[in-house]
């Protein structure tokens, strides 16, 4: 198990997601989102889970954000709306169907998606966020 493993399974299986099709996979919380829709993943937490005489056992929590740029067109905010929903689908699936992730994680799972709209450099994007908790049991070796 590794944790660069964790990070480069991740960045694949969302590259992998076809609807919506992702132009960037950003490994960081981006400052700025040159084209969309794209996504994003990064670290948010990191907590032991339980620890034995030889190693500790931890819970990494990433957050997975989605971006599409707002359009004043109705048109265009339909479309939007059912790539919104593909996404929290088909993120969710990618994840689930990897969920040792080629292992290099004991297991994981997505939680529930959040839907809403942030500001990133004056510009408002459509977003979803998709908690994701990673679990690595024997992470941290214990040595005297």
């Not at 059912?82 to 996404?87: L, P």
């Not at 040792?100 to 994680?105: H, R």
Request: proline letters at 6%; a negative charge; hydrophobic letters at 35%.
């Amino acid at each position: 198990m590794s944790r660069s493993g964790v990070l480069s399974t991740i960045d694949s299986l969302l590259s992998g997601v076809s609807s919506p099709s992702f132009i960037s996979v950003y490994q960081g919380e981006p400052l700025s989102i040159p084209a969309t829709p794209s996504v994003a993943f990064w670290i948010t937490s990191h907590e032991e889970l339980f620890t034995t005489l030889a190693d500790s056992s931890t819970s990494t929590e990433f957050t997975i954000q989605c971006y599409w740029r707002m359009q004043s067109s109705p048109n265009v905010r339909e479309t939007v709306e059912g790539e919104v929903w593909d996404a929290i689908v088909n993120i969710k699936t990618a994840l689930r169907g990897d969920s040792n992730l080629s292992g290099n994680c004991t297991d994981s799972m997505p939680q529930n998606a959040d839907i809403g709209f942030s500001e990133i450099g004056g510009i408002a994007y459509r977003t979803v966020t998709i908690p994701y908790s990673v679990e690595i049991y024997g992470e941290v070796p214990i040595v005297p």
